[in-house]
């Protein structure tokens, strides 16, 4: 009997945080087919849902994600032509690297472990990183022959620089937690047992805040890197007009105002 969904991807929200967990620690989360909707579905839920204002990415296990687990998707049916490959990995990789990217809510990676391949993808895609201190990240397409996917050739060169970026692509060396911190990966490395608690903290802290205009500051540092000046600028006069309508805003002038500490409501 096939594995359900629900039992390969966890999920729960504690305290207006959407805790989204892999759950194959036998295949280090390769991360399948179902797997893949599931985690889709959920960022766009938080998206959605005015009851969550902070997500967690994390897995069980020894590993993060060990990459993509291509069985157990869709049947095909008949010979691949031409347009296949670049169909499956539009509507797959790039669809769960986008749905993080494009999540309203700031969201956390929690890496404990490997994550490789779509997996380090998956985790470089995230707002924050927190990483154990055994994680490792690995370029691994070229081990197998293959061009990164997953929009690896686009965040990679945003975080470590394009000469940076070629050498972990070209080689497809282990980076370990500590020399990714050094190099702009990761936010901050724990010890393992200590991961989940930073996680938790960070989220809560982020659940806290003024929503939208995490979620408009989420959108505006991400488009400064694909435009120009004049758009970045643009952009963000139009956010700022639209964040001063939320209750948020006027709540925190008010409280500047008033010398109080502020409450955000998310709204």
């Known amino acids: 009997m096939a594995t359900a969904p629900e039992d390969t991807v966890l999920h729960r929200l504690e305290n207006n945080v959407s805790w ?15 797997q893949r909707e599931r985690v889709i579905a959920l960022l766009d839920d938080a998206s ?35 347009g296949d490959v670049a169909r499956m990995i539009r509507l797959g990789a790039q669809r769960l690297i986008t749905a993080v990217l494009d999540c309203e809510k700031p969201v956390i990676a929690a890496v404990n472990g490997t994550a490789a391949g779509i997996g380090a993808h998956l985790a470089l895609a995230c707002d924050l990183v927190i990483a154990a201190e055994g994680a ?7 081990r197998r022959g293959l061009v990164p996917d997953g929009g ?19 080689f497809g060396d282990a980076v370990p937690a500590a020399e990714a911190a050094r190099l702009g990966l990761v936010n901050r490395v724990v010890a393992a047992e200590e991961l989940r ?15 939208r205009a995490l979620a408009m500051t989420k959108q505006l540092v991400n488009a400064s890197l694909d435009g120009g000046r ?28 008033e010398r109080r500490t502020p409450k955000y409501l998310g709204r």
């Open 20 to 34: 989204i967990t892999l759950n194959r620690p036998e295949a280090m989360n390769a991360v399948t087919w179902a």
């Open 197 to 211: 608690a930073a996680a938790r903290e960070w989220a809560e802290r982020l659940a806290q805040g003024p929503t």
């Open 230 to 257: 004049a758009a970045a600028l643009a952009a963000e006069a139009t956010a700022q007009e639209i964040n001063m309508t939320t209750a948020d805003a006027n709540e925190g002038v008010a409280s500047f105002v």
């Open 48 to 82: 959605a849902d005015p009851a969550v204002r902070a997500v967690v990415l994390t897995a069980t296990g020894k590993g993060f994600c060990a990459g993509a687990d291509l069985r157990g998707g869709p049947a095909t049916g008949g010979d691949r032509v031409a």
């Open 136 to 142: 490792r990240f690995i370029e691994v397409f070229v």
């Open 152 to 170: 690896g050739a686009y965040l990679l060169p945003r975080l470590v620089g394009p000469q940076k970026a070629k050498e972990l692509m070209f």
